[in-house]
């Protein structure tokens, strides 16, 4: 612990050195000094040692005693002599004699300090044959009383001064009585005589005085203090009913406490033009602030205003809070209007809900009850408890004015209904209860609960609907509708629908839809096992007819059991074990149509036209076995002909041989 030198209690009013006498009955020294510590008052408890040299520095040690103290705000008060009596004729046979102060046992802080008139004996000018020291209380009968019209000079007096009346300038000798020689609270105004003018630094005024270690008046009376005849401090004592509340006005001339009834409490700290008209109210400085509302604070700035009570602005400049219990942190042109509603800073907000808030930015405006807007600028949270995060509105702005709505930030985003949630992006509209929409550009949720994604230009127009991607239009009930790179909007049109388009096809357990429409990293089923296609002939031109010779092109393929190697199961809509199928080389020399390559170069088959090219497969099988069968047909019936031819004959033999017989 470091202390700094040790002074006497310094009287801001006076700047006198104010030290109390010794009464020679009880050989007492009543010492009241001021410490610091790294130049603050210090407070607590410390031992501090007081020691009587007959030199400043060096020289012989006379006496000395160590007191344990409490010191409060840097002041203590002691009593010397109470501990170790001072050895006896110690003032009065010691022309000189310097005071040594330690702190905690350390070093003796320097310089000592000297005393030079201590109230302990009277020394007579007149009686010059008298020893010094001599002539004690004890020599003086009770009844004796010094009389003079001169100059008293002395270099101690006895006794506590009360009955002291009448000095004047004329009977005080040049430099005869100093700080030291006085006791605290020994002069007061009835002991000073009408033709005393004391000359200090500063200025004493009237009724103002040290009484036991506290100065101000004990009448109910301002106190003043003044600065190259300026007022820096008022004090103005006022009361609300018993209670003693004074106002305390400090720094410019300029600055004002209202006076009127109840107007207590209040206190300006500083700065110029500030000016409080309620009671228990508080401009910490600044200038030109004005505080209308009770027990309402401002911290500093210019030119702030508060009416509402219990209010408070940190700073800034032209802030202003109306509301009760509002406050404003700081910035400029802020108003918090609502009652408990709350600006941190920014420029031009305003905080109109209850309970509203506005984190900063520029040009915002919480009009809901229990509204929030972050920052940004020029959003607007109308809603009650809407919520606005920041961004910027441009020309129609951020605006959540359903209840319970919220718009994330961006810029001219809407959510106008109620619980309905724009996250971010630019010109989205929610606009039916529940609503949502998680960012991109120009996207409605029009329906209740509708939902859109994000991208640009997508409708969800009506309830429990979905739309995201680009130009995507739910325009039914329970629809969910993804468009990708559709030319113009891709639409829903029937309830219940679930529509995709996408340019570069649907992966399905794959990320990679290897240039499918539709690629399904597994297997696929529905409930009739059929799949249909468009086929209507008049849908249809340029119809030609198959080749003859399918049934040959496709016996000569071959089909095969095989299992995918590693490359193929990782990097590819394959699976392992067992399969059957074809060879894409071997089809690629039947069918190239059915053939296609990926963009690593592998083939893959499609089988095109499959069905139809089987039908016409049995089509020319069936005639190459009509064919067959006329063939066999015209043999047999060919063979039955000589067959009855045969039995014609024969049955004429038979009937000649008949007949012979």
Known sequence: MKFSHMHFLVIIISSLFLVSSLTAQEHLLNYQGRLTEDGAPFDGETDISFTLYDAETGGNELWSEKHSLEVQNGIFNVLLGSLEDFPRNIFSVNDELYLGITVNDGDEMEPRSRITSVVYAARSAVAATVD???????????????????????????GDGSELTGIVA???????VGSE???????????????????????????????????????EESVEVRVNNEPVLKILPEFFQEDFLPNVVIGSSSNEIEVGEFMVASTISGGTDNTIEEAAATISGGRSNQVNGFSSTIGGGSDNSISGSYSGIGGGRDNMANGSNSTIGGGRDNSAIGDYSTIIGGWSNEANGIYSTIGGGRDNTADGDYSFVAGGYNNIASGNG???????????????????????????????ANNS???????????????FIAGGNDNFASGPNAFVGGGSGNEAMESNSFAAGQTAK??????????????????????????????????????????FDLAVNGTA?????QWSVFSDARLKHNIENLDYGMLDRLLSLHGYTFEYNSKAIEGRIVNDGKHIGLLAQEVEQVFPEWVDKDKEGYYFVTERGFTAIVIEALRELREEKDAEIAILKQEKNSKIEQLIQRLNKLENVVSHLKDSM
């Open 525 to 529: 089923a529905n409930t009739t096992g």
């Open 132 to 158: 010094d020291g001599v002539i004690t209380g004890g020599k003086l009968v009770d009844d004796i009383d010094i009389m003079t019209s001169g100059t008293i000079e002395a270099s101690t007096f006895m």
């Open 474 to 515: 739910a325009n039914h009930t329970r629809t969910f509708v993804w468009s990708g790179e559709f030319i113009g909007d891709f639409e829903s049109t029937a309830n219940s629908q679930f529509l995709i388009e996408a340019g570069n096809g649907v992966g399905i357990n794959t990320n990679d839809p290897g240039g």
């Open 181 to 219: 020689e006085l006791a605290d609270g020994a002069i007061t105004s009835d002991k000073l005589a009408d033709d005393i003018d004391i000359e200090t630094s500063g200025k004493i005024i009237a009724d103002i005085y040290l009484i036991n270690g506290w100065i101000g008046t004990e009448e």
């Open 421 to 435: 949630f724009v996250g971010g992006g630019r010109d989205n509209t929610a606009n039916a209860s529940g609503g």
């Open 170 to 176: 004329d009977h005080i000798s040049p430099e005869s």
């Open 386 to 416: 809407s919520f606005v995060s920041g961004g910027e509105l441009s020309f129609h702005g951020n605006e959540a004015s359903g209840r319970n709505s919220f718009v994330g930030g961006g810029n001219g985003n809407t959510a106008s």
